[in-house]
């Protein structure tokens, strides 16, 4: 049975909180999303202080490409050694340093000010060592997991699926105050048709990439009545 540490990270300017989930395993740790670089020292004492040294972060994954969760994972790959993957449909984002990179359209002032509120710098960027693809199996990182690829936040968003029904849910569906799908949506056709496919799969526990965890039923379960 692995272990789900939730690391959450203030973001600047009282936005709230983001989700890093630190997953023990018996090969090691596996760390999804990495939070924003400005909380750069809380999260590394927190991974150290869980056990997580350099050498035993097997793999980072990221579930999109927006700077407040891949802020840390060119810092990270560095310092302990762990390779980074998310889905291709994302990673020109951390490759340019542009989280609009492949968004259908962006508030021109928020791309001005993206990479100065969440503090993604050049040194920030970084091309990924695995590419995700939907169904692909984690269980070569010590993980009993699969990718889901649940774009609508973004184009390459993706969810990691346990074999215990956990799912790392990214910011397709968020939870601060109750679980709805996220605000921000790239494409909102493409994550209702996400949605339907979480529908049917076996899903207990849903961790958001903002806000607590919470039963996937309860959310499914508000948002078919909304939608109908």
């Known amino acids: 049975m692995s272990e789900i540490k939730i690391i959450a990270l203030p973001m600047p300017f009282r936005l709230g909180s983001v989700n890093c989930y630190l997953v023990e ?34 793999l980072i994954v990221l579930t999109h490409g927006d700077f407040d969760h891949i802020g840390n994972a060119a810092y990270l790959r560095e310092k302990f050694g762990a390779k980074i993957a998310m889905h291709p449909d994302d990673a020109g984002m951390a490759e340019r340093g542009d989280m609009f990179w492949n968004r259908k359209s962006g508030n021109v002032v928020l791309k001005m000010i993206a990479p100065l509120l969440f503090r993604f710098f050049k040194s920030d960027r970084f091309k990924p060592d695995v590419y995700l693809e939907d169904g692909q199996d984690l269980s070569d990182y010590g993980l009993d997991a699969q990718v889901l690829a649940i774009p609508g936040h973004s184009k390459g968003s993706i969810g990691i699926l346990t074999g215990a029904g956990d799912l790392f849910s990214g910011d397709l569906i968020e939870n601060t105050k109750q679980p709805v799908l996220n605000s921000i949506m790239d494409d909102l056709t493409a994550a209702n048709a996400s949605v339907e496919k979480l529908s049917g799969l076996a899903i207990h526990t849903a961790y958001p990439g903002h806000g607590q965890p919470f039963p996937m039923a309860e959310f499914l379960d508000e948002h078919s009545r909304m939608e109908g």
């Open 25 to 58: 395993t018996d090969a090691g740790f596996v760390l999804i999303d990495t939070g924003g670089s400005n909380q750069r020292a809380v999260l590394e004492k927190e991974l150290v202080g869980a056990g997580c040294r350099p050498g035993a972060l097997r």
